[in-house]
């Protein structure tokens, strides 16, 4: 298919997204009842535009979704009083908008709700000497000044160093493990590290087999969408996970003529904007079905010729059959014979594959064959399927059918992740911001406790360390360490809300000695927290920069100064570092106005002569460093400073067939892989690979010896525990459901989670499939109980026909809400359903979890929009 451009609407997603943000917005006027009245909505007109003599800013959108998208709003007498998106230039599909989602625009909630924390707060119950700690998150609230928080906490810091030394503080977060600057300058604390996002791609690296962890930089451009014949979202649904711009190029790749291939368990708002072709697997067992593809592209190969690209797994890859094995490989094994069941008796064939994942056999051999070698195909994946337990060579294998089809490094032909704010959009970043010019900051502490084991670890001292791909500090694999934990701070992060084990998590928080959270709101860490300190939003501080896409750079300016007694976090670090008798210029030797403007001046842009190399982005003046009152040299660039700040920006202007439509991920390895090689050991794609297997096999956590070719790992949480005796088909368990946690276009993770237009417009149920259900007596709209071994939640029922049966949906971030006379939880944690089951390379079991489910037959569960709404008013 040759590239064409078309003038294509965006009515397909962006549409939908007005629609949704217009329904929201009656509703937050109507009340979330579905007899409520809107006929009010459209009969009173306001007198007085109430925008006249206000002012537009670009506001942050900082939260941690994919869209990363251009955010303004009306400011008048210090009160936002409209918002709009990217109207800074022509809409196109080769130069888009960066138009925001409706998340964005309900952004101004999260500054100026009414459920802001106002005031330092502490525990009623909580002092030095008594913490009461089993009343964490049942006790009631006093306000504190700024000067007793600080001392209260100066006094916890220097008592639990004094007593039992740096390791006794935990940093509970597997984002900003070293963020919280106090405790660095003053010896350090202990991290916790978590597989996260990525999943089992955190092992399967560009060092092992050759694909990076995330690689939107293998990714290639968006404009070579439309030279593909298909699209593969395998585990991938970026309408909410990336909702923005993302979209609008795969609804333009659709309306070119491209077809989509979605592999899921549930057919997603993704696979529905682009009519893809389902593939419904059944969560966890990704590897199963990959084999049982693999194994039917070698039969539709020998059969109709052409499906295996043999001339690319010769010259690209080793490990693939006997005559490529990897030169330092320690047995003589390969990946054909494992596929052939010469090790185990048991070939993995399509109909071996399809008992254990669920879809047909007949959609095994779709796929096969339209992944094959006469197809050019864009192989995109998130990181789900490799969130799972087993799924350690989930990535291994979807580099390898990638490879038996060719398609790396030619034009129509691309395998990458589809993650996050490059999704669908790959290569160099086209301008990028400067460095803040504050310095980093090392933590002396090397312990670093694996997610799945922290609170156990809080009770038993004892955690197993995972290695350097865990917590990046050369730390040793497979070494019991132990640990002392007394203290627990919770900085730039939402860890007890979004990491495994919640139930066991505040058992551990109310067994501490002091718990201190940073907070917006009454977040799930501030709840179970001795002292809240009320921290600023983006909307609050001097500016910043974002990288939205490889095309885009966001500036945000300050929208209000900071709300009640917020404070900023170099604030609050400064006043409890002076509390410890540190010197904060050590961490802050310039002010917060002075980094923004550094980000700023560094900022570069790629030049226009198609050199590839890159030129300051911004014009500053000697009138310009006057007006901020900031250092600097004048200089010269693209786009002045008052511009670049007025239009939120700089977004580089695209044209079908430019010089960056050139970028094809892989494509010098593939033209030259001798003088390009990888970073593998054979500086090849490794289909069998040593590197890989003796990581495996250096955690330890499991009786388990991993081979260095991708194999079926029958799970210790997963599909075959779901039966009695560990059969298939056998007696149904006492969980008999598997369950997963899609990410949810309510929330960013957790956050926005208490907005309350978005709890009006997205009402968090759990999925169910509608089949299901109905054999357990379920309507929609029927408050159902669904529990685990580890917990139980209440959610109403949503029933689809578009999930697989045998599946059950918690989207994942609620806030928790744990009624404390039975334990259950009204909010729908995903996590408090979640225990510490850890993967044998060290990964968390996110999406395969065993469940089971049932009508309740207590009262009803009130919508979210009517409950929860933590507001806490002190005096």
């Known amino acids: 298919m040759s590239i064409q451009s078309k003038n294509i609407s965006r009515r397909g997603f ?31 007109e306001l007198p007085v535009d109430p925008a006249e003599g206000g002012e537009w800013v670009a506001a942050a959108c900082w939260h941690n979704c994919g869209g990363r998208c251009m955010n303004k709003v009306m400011v008048k007498d210090g009160a936002v009083v409209r918002q709009k998106t990217d109207d800074t230039h022509e809409d196109s599909p080769d130069y888009p ?86 405790l660095l300058a003053y010896g350090g604390h202990t991290s916790v590290a978590d597989s996260t996002s990525h999943g089992a791609y955190l092992l399967n690296t560009a060092d092992t087999i050759g694909i990076p962890q995330t690689d939107a930089g293998v990714c290639n451009d968006r404009t070579d969408m439309l030279n593909a014949e298909t699209i593969v979202f395998y585990a991938s649904n970026p309408a909410w996970s990336a909702a923005g711009t993302p979209s609008y190029h795969y609804i333009r790749a659709k309306e070119a003529g491209v077809k989509f291939i979605t592999v899921d368990p549930i057919y997603t708002a993704s696979a529905q904007i682009l009519d893809a072709y389902w593939i419904p697997v059944r969560t966890g067992t990704d590897t199963a079905f990959m084999l049982g593809v693999a194994s039917e592209m070698l039969r539709l190969d020998k059969e109709e010729g052409n499906v295996v690209d043999w001339d690319f797994l010769d010259k690209y890859t080793v490990g693939f059959d006997a005559d490529h094995k990897p030169a330092d490989l320690k047995e003589d094994v390969n990946f054909l014979d494992y596929l052939n069941g010469v090790y185990d008796g ?38 789900a399927a490799a969130r799972c337990n087993g799924s350690e060579n989930v990535p291994q294998l979807f580099m390898t059918l990638s490879a038996m089809g060719g398609h790396y490094g030619k034009p129509g032909n691309c395998s990458a992740s589809n993650y996050h704010a490059n999704a669908g959009n ?76 919640m139930k066991r ?8 000695d002091f718990v201190l959270s940073k907070a917006q709101f009454l977040t799930t860490q501030a709840l179970y927290s001795d002292i809240v300190l009320p921290v600023t939003t983006q909307w609050e501080v001097p500016g910043g920069l974002a990288s939205s896409n490889r095309e885009f750079l966001y500036c945000f300016s300050q929208v209000t100064e900071p709300l009640y007694e917020a404070k900023t976090d170099a604030q609050i670090n400064t006043l409890i570092m002076e509390a410890l008798g540190l010197d904060p210029s050590t961490v802050y030797p310039i002010s917060e106005k002075q980094a923004f403007f550094n980000q700023i001046a560094g ?56 010089a960056y439509s050139s970028f094809i991920g892989y494509a010098d390895y593939i033209k030259d892989p001798a003088a390009n090689p990888l970073k593998t050991k054979s ?123 045998g599946e059950v949906g918690i989207p994942h971030g609620a806030w928790v809400r744990v009624d404390e006379e039975t334990g259950i939880d009204h909010g729908g944690a995903d996590n408090y359903l979640i225990g510490n089951d850890i993967s044998g390379g060290g990964l968390t079991s996110y999406n395969n979890n065993n469940c089971n489910f049932e009508k309740y037959e207590g009262a009803p569960l009130e919508d979210d929009c009517d409950t929860d709404k933590r507001i806490i008013e002190l005096g």
Request: proline letters at 5%.
């Open 346 to 383: 048991e070939p993995k064939t399509a109909e071996w594959a399809s008992n254990i994942c669920g879809v047909p056999v007949e959609k095994i051999t779709y796929f096969a064959r339209e992944i094959g070698k006469e197809h050019d195909v864009w192989m995109l994946h998130n990181f």
């Open 603 to 658: 900022a570069t842009v790629i030049k226009e002569d198609g050199s590839g190399k890159y030129e300051p982005l911004v014009t500053i003046t000697d009138a310009d460093l006057k007006e901020w009152g900031v250092s600097g040299k004048p200089q010269t660039g693209r786009v002045g400073l008052q511009e670049f700040v007025d239009n939120g920006g700089y977004q580089v202007e695209r044209k079908l067939g430019d």
């Open 426 to 501: 790959g290569g160099p970043a086209l301008v990028k911001a400067g460095s803040s010019g504050l310095p980093s900051l090392k933590n002396p502490i090397e312990g670093v406790i694996p997610g799945p084991q922290v609170w156990e670890a809080c009770f038993t001292g004892k955690y197993r360390n995972v290695g350097d791909w865990y917590s990046g500090k050369g730390a040793q694999a497979g070494v019991d360490e132990t640990c002392d934990i007394h203290c627990i701070i919770h900085d730039e992060n939402a860890y007890l809300q979004t990491g495994p084990n």
């Open 683 to 805: 500086g090849k794609l490794e289909i069998t690979c040593q590197a890989k297997a003796d990581l495996f096999n250096s955690i330890g956590l499991i009786d388990r010896e991993y081979q260095p070719y991708p194999e079926y790992l029958v799970p210790t949480v997963g599909y075959e525990t779901t039966f009695k005796d560990g059969k298939i088909d056998g007696e149904a368990g006492e969980y008999p459901f598997l369950m997963f946690n899609p990410h949810y276009f309510r929330r960013s993770h957790s956050v926005f989670n208490n907005c309350p237009w978005l709890r009006e417009a997205w009402a968090n149920p759990v999925f169910l499939n509608a089949s299901d259900a109905e054999a357990k007596g379920i309507a929609d709209g029927d408050t159902v109980r669904v529990w685990t071994k580890y917990g139980e939640v209440l959610r109403k029922a949503c029933c689809m026909e578009n999930m697989r049966p």
């Open 97 to 182: 908008q960066q138009r925001g989602c409706v998340r964005g625009k309900a952004q101004q909630q999260q500054c100026f709700g009414a459920d802001r924390l106002k005031y330092p707060m502490k525990r009623k119950s909580w002092s030095p000497e008594n913490p009461n700690g089993e009343l964490r998150g049942k006790d009631e609230w006093e306000r504190i000044s700024w000067d007793e928080a600080i001392d209260y906490i100066a006094d916890q810091f220097k008592t639990i160093k004094e007593k039992y030394g740096n390791q006794a503080f935990l940093i509970g977060s597997y984002g900003s493990r070293y963020a919280f600057s106090p």
């Open 14 to 44: 962006l549409g939908a997204s007005a629609a949704v943000a217009a329904s929201a917005a009656l509703l937050s006027a109507t009340g979330c009842s579905a007899e409520a009245s809107l006929d009010a909505a459209d009969k009173h």
């Open 505 to 512: 998590g505040i058992e551990a928080h109310r067994k501490m």
